[in-house]
Structures are given as structure tokens and as C-alpha cells.
């Protein structure tokens, strides 16, 4: 019993952190704007029995290559016959699909942790482990159906197995066994290449800024010729280069260009969407590292202090943090999700000041964190209690009791973590702050999903319009939402001009967003609006969709 007591303590973070992913896993559907896509692709490639390439409305899909699909198309085909299609509509169900990113954020959270207890100090690897998983991005993307967080995975172990192997070479910790190094290194290799294949060129791009910087840092670019570069390359493109080339054949010129220059070079110069300026990354870090990034001044002036940057592991550790920041601050296309793969290297250093703090600097960072959980605290203390307007309270009142719970739970750890740091206990801040995210998590990602899960599901649409587009031909006006064909038996060609609208068969039917169909864009005119008479509106995802006919 206590080995087993012993087990569980030892991997308390990714256990809870699993449990916690399991509990929010079921509780809601797609929503909208990537998972519908995902899951009409995994749809689309079942009913072609195609595994080379992703299809989406028909046409070849080049968004990203294709391990992502394959994960979810290998869940979705072994859970459908498993559980004899629980959950499942048109073959796909959004809890199948959203496994792969469960298994990537809890598979890496537990690698994360025994890597550190095998390269780090003693008392880094738990509270670095508790800082990741309840990091708010971190449980966001491990339970979204999005390609980031088994890419971001796969990039960060990638980095990790690297600086083992480097840490080894260098004599920085004993081999367990002769050449351990060169096994670190060619791991290293093998999870980039997988990354390569989940989003394709950044993997390496970003991979070779990190080494470069800590290398040229280290003064120590000579190692390269004893880290496997060339057996690296060649397992590289040994995983990599056989779905290019087949998927290039099939899909043709058009797909390849698409694929490897517009998604990758063209969108990171010229960019169409999520646009930001430069200095959107230190704006999105305030939430998406909430609270730990409070304590990231603090952590420098650690870092200078302690001397900490004279050693190998922290300035690696540095490195794959602000190496991929400064990069994407540079591209304009920007989104907090893009910087997943460095929050675990900042975890670590982080973990390397809990670690090491003390005396008054436990009191005055405990007290701070304690002030940051207090904010949000506060705010929905107010909510609960009827702050903020008439307006904001009738939006308010259909999530009333998980917000009011949801304060419970910040209040309680505010004040738990102020009691401890008060009395200079480091070792229980970090379990303190990371137990009332959880249950916060726990509470918002069930009760409050499932509240949610009715305005932004696409269910309530496909019930109502089944009906009246059985046996005919449906199109879709301008750029399509996934959601609206996914649970159908349709796909629906986009008609994206006037003249198109014109040649509509009166039989047909027409799919499109109120607010891109209330526009005089791309053509359309009053008297061609009224032209089509409104079969059914919607509301869905905080918008309304409308199923048209062309009046005879």
C-alpha cells in the first residue's frame, strides 16, 4: 500500500490533470470555429477510406499535414466500433476526437516530469509539473479539438530529448548506460520530425533558432559534429518525406503549393488573418499564463542573482522561451495558442525558483500570486452578487451557480495561499494556487461548458433543417461554417458571387450566416435578397444561420 501511496504522490500532476481532462471530455460539442472543420475532414477522409489526404466539403484540405488527421481519424475508427457509436453522428463524435490532444497534454506532462527528476535539481519537477497543468492555455488546448497541443508536445520533447542528450555529452549528469547521449539526440530527431508532420516547416525553423541561440550562448557550436546532426536529417526526412511526395502526387500542384508555400511562408509574410502587432505575445501571456506569469519579473531577477544563466540546463531552458517569442512577435499572424511549445521551458524555470525560495521573498511572491488569484476572485464575487448592470446581469443569469461556485473556489484558495505565504511555507504555495485552478477548471469546464454547450452546438440546427434539405442539392454563401453540414448527410459547394446566386436551381437550398447574407458584398443587392424566401433561422454561436430557397 504505501508503494502505491508512494506512486501516486510521485505522479500526483498528470494523474489529477488527466482526471480533470476525462471530466470535461464529454460534457460539450463542437464549437465552432476549428473543431467543426476537424471533424468534418475525419468525416470526410472515413467516408472515402482515405488516410493520405484530409478533405474538407469535398475539395483537398491543406491547412496542415496530416498527423493530426490521422490521430483523430485512428480514435475516431477504433472508439465507433469499440462503444458501438456512442456519441457518435455521420462518424464522428467530439469526444473521440478530442483524445488525441487529452493523451498529448497528459502523455507529455508525464514525460515533462521525469525528465526534469532525471536532468534537474531535486524539487524542481513537481511544482514545474503543477505550473504546466494548471497553466489556463495549457487545459484549454488539452481538451480542444485543434492541431496545437500535440504539436506543441511533440516540438517541447523534442527540445527536451535534445538538451538530454546535450547534458550527457557534456558530463553534466551521469549516463545510465554507455552512448545514453546519442540516444537522447536521435529521439530528438524523431518527435521533430513528428512535429514536422503535425504543422509543418515552423517544427524545424523554430527548432534550429533555439540551438543556434543556446549554442552560439554556449560558445560550444563545435558539438554539432558529435549530436547526430546527419543521422538526424536522414530519420528527418525519412518520416517526413513520403507523405509530402505521395500527398503532393495526389492532391496535385495546386494542393502542394498550397501546403507548403501559401500555409507556411505566405501566411507568416503576408498574412490574412489574426493579425497583431508586435507586441501582442506579452498581452496574451497575461492570460494565458495566469498567475504564474506574475512572477516572471521576479524570475529574472532569480536568474541574474543566483547566477543561474551560468549553467547549461537554465540557459537552454531560457532559450526555447524567448527565442520562439521574439520570432512570432516578428510574424504578423498571431495567436496566444502559437506559444504553447515554450510555456513548459518557463515552467521549468519557475519550478527552479520555487525551488530555491525562502524566508521574506516566500512571503512577498506568495502574497503576490494570492493578489493575482484575487482579481478574478473579485470580479466574479461581483458577477454573483449582482454587479454590472442590468444588461450584464440578464447575460449572466443562465451561468448564475458555476459562477457563484467558481468564486467559492477563488476566495478559498486566495486565502489559503495568503495564510501560507504569510507563514513562509514555499512548498505549499505552488499546491495551494494549482488546487484552485483545478477545481476552477473543473467547474467552468463542466458545469459551465454544459450551459454553454446549447448556443454553440450545431445539433439544434441539424434537427431543424434534416428535414427540408433531404434529396436536394445544398449550397453555402461565401466562406462555410463546418458545423452546419457536419452532422448531416451534405456537403455543400460555396457560392461565393452574384452570378452563381443566379444560376441557383429554385430546388436547391442556400446556407448562409445572417450577417454575411444582410451585406451588400460580393454582389448581392437588395433585390437579389429578396429574390430568396428564409425556410428557417437558427441562432448558433452567438449568430443566427438561415436555409434559403429561390422563389420560383
Known amino acids: 500500500m504505501s508503494r502505491l501511496a508512494s506512486w501516486l504522490r510521485a505522479h500526483a500532476p498528470e494523474l489529477l490533470f488527466a482526471l480533470l481532462l476525462v471530466a470535461v471530455l464529454p460534457v460539450r460539442d463542437l464549437w465552432a470555429p476549428d473543431e467543426p472543420d476537424f471533424a468534418q475532414c475525419v468525416k470526410e477522409m472515413r467516408l472515402r477510406g482515405d488516410w493520405l489526404l484530409p478533405y474538407l466539403n469535398g475539395v483537398p484540405y491543406s491547412e496542415k499535414p496530416i498527423l493530426y488527421y490521422w490521430v483523430m481519424k485512428a480514435s475516431s475508427v477504433l472508439f465507433d466500433t469499440l462503444t458501438g457509436g456512442l456519441g457518435f453522428t455521420q462518424g464522428v463524435a467530439a469526444w473521440a476526437l478530442r483524445l488525441p490532444s487529452v493523451i498529448a497534454a497528459v502523455a507529455f506532462l508525464s514525460a515533462f516530469r521525469r525528465w526534469a527528476v532525471r536532468f534537474l535539481a531535486p524539487g524542481t519537477a513537481e511544482p514545474a509539473a503543477l505550473i504546466l497543468a494548471t497553466t489556463p492555455l495549457w487545459f484549454w488546448q488539452g481538451q480542444f479539438i485543434q492541431i496545437d497541443m500535440l504539436f506543441a508536445a511533440l516540438l517541447a520533447w523534442s527540445w527536451l530529448a535534445w538538451l538530454g542528450g546535450y547534458l550527457l555529452l557534456r558530463e553534466h549528469g551521469p549516463e545510465l548506460a554507455p552512448g545514453e547521449h546519442r540516444r537522447w539526440f536521435l529521439k530528438a530527431y524523431f518527435w521533430l520530425a513528428l512535429a514536422f508532420l503535425a504543422k509543418g516547416p515552423l517544427a524545424p525553423v523554430l527548432s534550429v533558432l533555439v540551438l543556434v541561440a543556446f549554442l552560439v550562448w554556449q560558445r560550444d557550436l563545435a558539438v554539432l559534429r558529435r549530436a547526430g546532426i546527419v543521422a538526424g536529417l536522414c530519420l528527418t526526412l525519412l518520416l517526413v518525406a513520403p507523405w509530402y511526395v505521395a500527398a503532393g502526387l495526389k492532391g496535385g500542384a495546386h494542393y502542394a503549393y498550397e501546403l507548403i508555400i501559401f500555409q507556411n511562408f505566405e501566411r507568416a509574410t503576408k498574412a490574412w488573418d489574426h493579425i497583431q502587432p508586435w507586441w501582442r505575445y506579452f498581452e496574451y501571456?497575461?492570460?494565458?499564463?495566469?498567475?504564474?506569469?506574475?512572477?516572471?519579473?521576479?524570475?529574472?531577477?532569480?536568474?541574474?542573482?543566483?547566477?543561474?544563466?551560468?549553467?547549461?540546463?537554465?540557459?537552454?531552458?531560457?532559450?526555447?522561451?524567448?527565442?520562439?517569442?521574439?520570432?512570432?512577435?516578428?510574424?504578423?499572424?498571431?495567436?496566444?495558442?502559437?506559444?504553447?511549445?515554450?510555456?513548459?521551458?518557463?515552467?521549468?524555470?519557475?519550478?527552479?525558483?520555487?525551488?530555491?525560495?525562502?524566508?521574506?521573498?516566500?512571503?512577498?511572491?506568495?502574497?503576490?500570486?494570492?493578489?493575482?488569484?484575487?482579481?478574478?476572485?473579485?470580479?466574479?464575487?461581483?458577477?454573483?452578487?449582482?454587479?454590472?448592470?442590468?444588461?450584464?446581469?440578464?447575460?449572466?443569469?443562465?451561468?448564475?451557480?458555476?459562477?457563484?461556485?467558481?468564486?467559492?473556489?477563488?476566495?478559498?484558495?486566495?486565502?489559503?495561499?495568503?495564510?501560507?505565504?504569510?507563514?513562509?511555507?514555499?512548498?505549499?504555495?505552488?499546491?495551494?494556487?494549482?488546487?484552485?485552478?483545478?477545481?476552477?477548471?473543473?467547474?467552468?469546464?463542466?458545469?459551465?461548458?454544459?450551459?454553454?454547450?446549447?448556443?454553440?452546438?450545431?445539433?439544434?440546427?441539424?434537427?431543424?433543417?434534416?428535414?427540408?434539405?433531404?434529396?436536394?442539392?445544398?449550397?453555402?454563401?461565401?466562406?462555410?461554417?463546418?458545423?452546419?453540414?457536419?452532422?448531416?448527410?451534405?456537403?455543400?459547394?460555396?457560392?461565393?458571387?452574384?452570378?452563381?446566386?443566379?444560376?441557383?436551381?429554385?430546388?436547391?437550398?442556400?446556407?448562409?450566416?445572417?450577417?454575411?447574407?444582410?451585406?451588400?458584398?460580393?454582389?448581392?443587392?437588395?433585390?437579389?435578397?429578396?429574390?430568396?424566401?428564409?425556410?428557417?433561422?437558427?441562432?448558433?454561436?452567438?449568430?443566427?444561420?438561415?436555409?434559403?430557397?429561390?422563389r420560383p
Open 285 to 550: 501571456s497575461l492570460g494565458d499564463f495566469f498567475p504564474w506569469v506574475l512572477l516572471v519579473p521576479a524570475l529574472a531577477l532569480h536568474l541574474r542573482r543566483e547566477r543561474r544563466l551560468d549553467e547549461a540546463a537554465p540557459r537552454f531552458l531560457l532559450a526555447a522561451f524567448v527565442v520562439p517569442f521574439a520570432f512570432l512577435s516578428a510574424v504578423q499572424s498571431k495567436q496566444g495558442k502559437y506559444l504553447l511549445m515554450s510555456y513548459p521551458f518557463l515552467a521549468l524555470l519557475l519550478g527552479d525558483l520555487f525551488r530555491r525560495m525562502e524566508g521574506d521573498r516566500v512571503r512577498r511572491l506568495g502574497l503576490l500570486l494570492a493578489a493575482g488569484l484575487a482579481l478574478p476572485a473579485l470580479a466574479l464575487t461581483a458577477l454573483a452578487l449582482g454587479a454590472g448592470g442590468v444588461k450584464l446581469q440578464s447575460q449572466v443569469i443562465p451561468f448564475l451557480g458555476p459562477t457563484r461556485l467558481m468564486a467559492l473556489v477563488l476566495v478559498g484558495s486566495t486565502f489559503l495561499m495568503a495564510v501560507l505565504a504569510w507563514r513562509k511555507r514555499a512548498g505549499g504555495l505552488v499546491r495551494a494556487a494549482a488546487l484552485g485552478l483545478g477545481l476552477l477548471y473543473l467547474v467552468g469546464g463542466t458545469w459551465g461548458f454544459r450551459l454553454l454547450d446549447s448556443q454553440k452546438s450545431y445539433r439544434r440546427w441539424t434537427t431543424t433543417v434534416q428535414p427540408l434539405i433531404a434529396g436536394r442539392q445544398v449550397f453555402y454563401w461565401q466562406t462555410i461554417r463546418s458545423g452546419v453540414m457536419v452532422y448531416t448527410d451534405h456537403l455543400m459547394p460555396e457560392l461565393r458571387n452574384a452570378e452563381a446566386l443566379e444560376r441557383m436551381d429554385p430546388e436547391a437550398r442556400l446556407v448562409a450566416q445572417r450577417g454575411e447574407w444582410d451585406q451588400d458584398a460580393w454582389g448581392m443587392t437588395s433585390t437579389l435578397r429578396a429574390r430568396f424566401e428564409v425556410l428557417a433561422a437558427v441562432p448558433t454561436g452567438g449568430g443566427e444561420i438561415l436555409l434559403l430557397k429561390k
